[in-house]
Structures are given as C-alpha cells and as structure tokens.
C-alpha cells in the first residue's frame, strides 16, 4: 500500500532522528514505558491468581462489566495501524485515508444488530462454539481454527513490524530485540494472566490512547486558533499535491477497489476473532449488547479525532522541522512515524515521549488479545474439540499456555523476517480473511437454516483461497514484493471476489447437501434459534 | 428438542417478539449499509462530488463532512438500537421466559 515503506527501514538505518538529534534516549518515553509494564506484570500476577478455571482463563469468569468490556474492545480495536496507520494513510493519500475511519466505525452497528447478542447466546469461548452448535464439530471447528489463526497471525506480523520500529526509533535498541521484548512480554500476559490480565491489559491501554489522542488533537486545535478550517488551509499549503489532498482517488483509482475496499472495513471487524472473543467475557446478551454501544461510542471519537490528527501532521509535520532525512526525502521512521512527529512537533520531547509510550502500550495489548484469541482457536476448538474431546480442564489451559509461547515464537521470527515489509497490507489482509471467512461462516450459521456442514466447508475453503489467492496474485504481493511485471488478479482489496466465493460456495453445498446428516442439522437450527433469541441455555454453556 | 424449547417455538408471543426485533435490526442495518455504500459510491464513482467545499467560505469539503456524518449516524444507531432493546426486548423476553418456564412446570 506504501511503496515508500521499503524506505523506512533506510530511514530509520540513520544513527540520529530529529528529536534525539544529540543520540539521547527519550528519558520521560522509557520512564513511562517501564510504568505502564510495571502495572502490566503487577495485574498479571493478580489475575494469575485468580484464574482457577477454563471459564477464567478464556472468557474472565464472564464477570466483565458491559462498560468494561466496552472499553476493552475499543482497545482491541484501536491498534496501531488505526492510530498510526491512518494518520500515515491521511499523511500520504489525504481524504482516501478517511474511509479508513469511516469503514471501521460502519463496522460496529453491523456487529451489533447482527450478531453480538445471538453470539454471547450460542457460544462459550471462541465463535467456533456458536457455529458448531448444529453443525459437526470437528471439521467446522477445524474450518474456523484455520480462519482464526490466518487472522491473528497476519494481524500480529503487522503489529510487530509496527512495534519493533517505534521502539528502534525512541529507545534507540535494536529491531530484533525489540521485536524479542514485546513477544516475551505478551506470551508472559497471556499465559499467566489469561483473558482476565489481557482484558485489563486493554482497559489501561485504551483510557491512555484516548486521553492522548484528545490532548493531541486538542493542542493541535489550539495551534490553529480552534479551527478545523485553519488546519485544512495548512494542510494544503504545505502538501506537495495542494489542494488535491482534499479530492477522493489517490488510494483507490478505481470503482472496484473503493467498494471492495470499503466491504473489507465493513464486515471485516464481524470477523476478527479476537474482537468476536470478546463478547462471551460478559454475564449475558444485554451485558454484550451494552458492550458494542461503548466499544462504538469511543472508536467514533477516536476516529473523529483522527481526521484532526491526519490533517494535523501534513501541516505541521514539515521539511523544515526536521522530520525529513535531508538526503532522501524521506519521513524519518517511514510515514506510520507522522502522527508521533506530530506530537513532538506541537509538544516537544515530552509530548513525543508521552505519545509513544501510548503507541507501545497500544501494540502490547493488541498483540497480547490476538494470542489469546489464537491459543483458544488451537487449545479450546482443536484440541479439547477436535483431537482430544475427553482432556480435562487442566489440560485444555496447559496446551493454551504452550500454544501462546509457540504463537510467540512464530511472531517474533515472522516479525524478524517481514522487517523490511509493507506492514498495511498484513493487516488488511487479516481483515479480508475475517469479512470473507470467518464472518459468513458465523453468519450463515445462525441465519439460514438450510447451512449444512458441508456447505460451511466449501464455502469456507472457497472463500480463504480466493482471499489468499488474490492477495498474493495481486498488484502488492505480485508485484511490489515478488517482483512480477504485471499482476495476475488485477485488484488490491479482494474481499468483494472472497465473500462472493464464500457465499455461493456455501449455499450450493448446503442446497445440493441431502444427506441424512444435513436434514439433522436443519431440523437442529429451531432449537438453535430459539436459544440465540431468548438465551435459553446460554447459562448453562457458560458455567463450566 | 428439549420440551421448554418447544412451548417457546410453538408460542406466538415468541414469534411476535422475533419479528419485531428482526424487522428493527434489519431496518438499521440497511440505514448503515445505504449511508456507508453512498459514501463509497461517491467515492467510487462522481469523487469530484466530494472535492468541493462547503459553501465559498471554507475549506471543509462535503467529503470530509459525509465522513463525519457517516461516523455520527452509525453511533446514533448503535444507541438508538441498544435503548429499544433494553427497554422493550429485554423486557418481553423475560416475561415470556417466565410465563413459558412456569407452564412447562405445571404440566
């Protein structure tokens, strides 16, 4: 998405960056870092303590608060490619950056009316349980297994590339330990704290990244008088594209791509498992109900704040200031850096050191949410469900605590390799994978009757090798990466192409199903939905 | 099928109480879906549209403020959605659990 991300690496290659010009380490950014880890560790150890059971380890006893939750998930959801990513996208592309911001909150009234509250109803940890309610376990718990884990591990490798670069340019340590401390730290989180310190984890992070993305936004108001007009005026002033900033069509040139684009941010967020994770760490449906209200009511103001932000930076993040290297033109740090030199550009190193010690907070607990959510998909849907259905409690948790170090591992040494990548693509793709796979699996599911586990399984499969598929036949894997003249499947986003797959693959397979198993399953979905209506049940599934 | 999920099934109260949430969460689901796919259509296909400011007095353009517009309507749909239900859903599924649970003991 940004071909000058090759760059950043160069860029960041330079021993002195503009706000350490004299190569000193950021004393107040550090100083707030070990705070924030500090009371990190000191909630793991009490939520070590009190995680007894399966139910504690994955879902928090289901004691979190609709207010609570709420918070958590806007922190789930407010990464860093959404605070440092847009801004970078806004920096770049202008207004097209914007759909960004609009898509992602677009995405929260669809979670809502759809499926949070049948979810909560259905399901005990993970949206597998919800949709192998009525279908078979084992392939179907496979089948979302594998949607999960594309999913995180694609989110995670973006989040660490993020990471690993924030750290390099503040703390001045190196990529590759940098990467090594934020695994060790959110494997730690995971498997001592399980959903409990990770949820808390996210509370913390997400009042932080709120409080910081006001003040940010309100002192960049200040600057121009308390005018949004003023810092458009800017903004266009000092863009090399002038006016142009304002006009649709940098990012998406064509029709196709805006819409598919667009479907990717809309379905994708009903489709990352560690948000859908979410929603069975409360008591019942209105507690999850409530949730999605606040989740949608902080991310809507944090992304208004964005547009703020983004046209911030490209007025104030200049050439003069220092935020260029000199010789190649290039943002220092790569352009995902634009909303941090907005920081120091409006509030100096202190502010600098505040804004990035929020960034890093926010990486940590997004990563450490996406582990927990990945070590429930193996240890909960696969092995207690699919390969070991008599494990015991004990058991099922130990295999999740080993499935987050191994997760870990994975994320540091993919984080390692895919240093010098585009980091945006990754994380679109994650969301392509949610809104083409795991989304209509969870949808149909509880919707139409006549699904049948073999429809679920072709539509599925149907639907993760058109996504996969195009993404790397495409113009940024083909191309960019790969090298290839031209690109075999012609667009960036190929959600609109996946889900069309998906959907047909899963509605031929369940139409043309005449098994005796598939009448079973459809005489099965009255029962379901009387419980996805009313939560009849429900209590029972989540006392363990 | 268990018997109490039976005596809801065959209830038409719990029929009822399907239909009128469903018809309200379809119904805001197709207000995001139209705001949202009209965003993206402007952008997709008449982006000039979107270029142009406001009125001669300012910089902010009607894409700017439909972005903003298109955030807003989707918090007040999620609110609008969440006050209905727990004041009248929540409210008519307990009852109707109640009533439900209770013949299902006496028989």
New interface residues.
């Given amino acids: 998405m940004r071909p000058r991300a090759s760059l950043l690496a160069a860029g960041l290659l330079l021993p002195t960056a503009a706000h350490a010009a004299d190569g000193a380490v950021n004393k107040l950014a550090v100083a707030m870092f070990l705070g924030f880890v500090g009371i990190t560790l000191a909630i793991t150890f009490w939520a070590a303590r009190r995680t007894r059971t399966t139910h504690d380890f994955y879902a928090a006893g289901g004691r979190i608060t609709g207010f609570q939750n709420g918070l958590a998930i806007a922190g789930d959801f407010m990464s860093a490619a959404t605070f440092l990513g847009i801004s970078a996208l806004m920096f770049e592309h202008g207004f097209d950056g914007l759909i960004y911001a609009v898509g992602g909150v677009a995405g929260w009234p669809l979670v809502l009316f759809l499926l949070a509250e049948r979810l909560k109803n259905l399901g005990k940890y993970t949206f597998a349980d919800a949709v192998s309610l009525r279908l078979q376990a084992k392939p179907i718990r496979s089948l979302a297994a594998t949607g999960s884990l594309c999913a995180v591990v694609l989110y995670l490798i973006g989040q660490m590339v993020g990471a690993g670069k924030l750290v390099e340019v503040l703390f001045h340590l190196d990529y590759d330990y940098a990467v090594c401390v934020i695994g060790g730290l959110m494997v730690f989180y995971v498997s001592f704290g399980g959903m409990i310190a990770t949820t808390w984890v996210q509370i913390i992070k997400a009042s932080l990244l709120l409080a910081g993305g006001s003040l940010l936004a309100f002192l960049v108001y200040r600057h121009f008088n308390y005018s949004f007009d003023a810092i458009l005026r800017g903004a266009v002033a000092n863009h090399p594209r002038g006016i142009e900033l304002l006009e649709p069509g940098h990012l998406v040139r064509d029709p196709v791509s805006a819409i598919s684009l667009g479907t990717t941010l809309l379905l994708g967020t009903a489709g990352l498992p560690h948000i859908l994770m979410r929603f069975f760490t409360v008591a019942d449906a209105p507690a999850a109900r409530r949730s999605v209200l606040f989740a949608t009511g902080f991310i809507g103001y944090f992304y208004l704040l964005i547009f703020v932000l983004g046209f911030g930076a490209v007025a104030l993040v200049t050439h003069d200031g220092g935020y260029f290297d000199p010789k190649t033109n290039v943002m220092i740090g790569g352009t995902n850096m634009a909303a941090i030199h907005l920081a120091h550009a409006i509030g100096g190193d202190a502010f600098l050191g505040f804004m990035s010690a929020v960034c890093f907070a926010t990486i940590l607990a997004v990563v450490s949410g996406l582990t927990l959510s990945g070590a429930s998909a193996i240890s909960h849907d696969l092995y207690a469900n699919v390969f070991n259905p008599h494990a015991t409690e004990q058991e099922v948790v130990r295999i999740s605590k080993i499935t987050a170090l191994v997760l870990g591992v994975i994320a540091v040494s993919l984080g390692l390799v895919f240093e010098h990548q585009n980091v945006a693509y990754m994380v679109q793709l994650a969301f392509a994978i949610g809104a083409s796979v795991n989304f209509p699996l969870l949808f149909l599911s509880m919707y139409w009757r006549d699904l049948t586990t073999w429809g679920a399984l072709l539509g599925g499969i149907m639907g993760l090798t058109t996504a996969v598929g195009g993404i790397i036949l495409g113009p940024t894997v083909w191309v960019e990466v790969l090298h290839h003249a031209a690109p075999i499947f012609p667009y960036k986003y190929p959600t609109l192409f996946a889900l069309a797959a998906s959907f047909s693959g899963s509605l031929v397979g369940s139409l043309l199903d005449r098994s005796p198993q598939a009448s079973a399953e459809r005489a099965a979905f009255a029962a379901q939905f009387v419980r996805s209506q009313t939560g009849l049940g429900a209590e029972a599934a989540s006392v363990h | 099928?268990?018997d109490?999920?039976r005596l809801?099934?065959a209830d038409p109260e719990?029929h009822a109480?399907?239909r009128a949430?469903s018809r309200f969460?379809?119904g805001?689901?197709a207000c995001?879906f139209v705001?949202?796919?009209s965003?993206?259509?402007?952008?997709?296909?008449a982006?000039?549209w979107?270029?142009r400011p406001l009125n001669a007095h300012?910089?902010?353009?009607t894409?700017?403020a439909a972005?903003?517009a298109?955030?807003?309507f989707?918090?007040v749909?999620?609110?609008w959605?969440?006050w209905r239900?727990?004041r009248e859903f929540?409210v008519r599924?307990q009852v109707?659990?109640a009533r439900l649970k209770q013949r299902a003991t006496t028989r």
């Fill in positions: 099928m268990h109490l999920y809801i099934d719990f109480l399907q949430r969460s379809w805001l689901l995001v705001a949202f796919y965003f993206l259509s402007v952008i997709a296909f982006p000039t979107f270029s300012t910089m902010v353009t894409g700017i972005g903003v298109v955030i807003l989707s918090v749909l999620t609110a959605y969440v239900a727990n929540d599924n109707l659990l």
